[in-house]
């Protein structure tokens, strides 16, 4: 079992910047990438990046290359997405996952535990 517990949502204006992170704990070792995923009201979730723990490459959906950064403290199990030039479309709900294949994923069905979300609202 893993557990997953996402922070650091909030409101910010357009153009601002905000850190999420997502502490795991439980059986942690079995953890080989780490995606995050948003989701809008009305909409289906959509992957925003992933980091592969094998040599901490990253991947990111078109739409927040650039903007977004994903990293991870490997000693305090957290993953930190960093947000900066943010849109009003930026705004949902978003979720960290753990996955235990060794790669990138965009698919959701790639990972296997997930988190409760934090809201993100960004403000034109």
């Known amino acids: 079992q893993v557990q997953l517990v996402e922070s650091g949502g909030g409101s910010v204006q357009s153009g601002g910047s905000l850190r999420l992170s997502c502490v795991a704990s439980?059986?942690?070792?079995?953890?080989?990438?780490m995606g995050w995923f948003r989701q809008a009201p009305g909409k289906e979730r959509d992957f925003v990046g992933t980091?592969?723990?094998?040599?901490?490459?990253?991947f990111y959906t078109d739409s927040v290359k650039g903007r977004f950064t994903i990293s991870r403290d490997n000693a305090k199990n957290t993953v930190f997405l960093q947000m900066n030039s943010l849109k009003s479309e930026d705004t949902a709900v978003y979720s960290c996952?753990?996955?235990?294949?060794?790669?990138?994923?965009?698919?959701?069905?790639?990972?296997?535990?997930w988190g409760q979300g934090t809201q993100v609202t960004v403000s034109s």
């Open positions: 996952a753990a996955g235990f294949f060794d790669g990138a994923f965009l698919a959701p069905a790639a990972y296997h535990y």
């Open positions: 439980g059986n942690t070792s079995r953890i080989k990438h």
């Open positions: 980091i592969n723990y094998s040599d901490d490459s990253t």
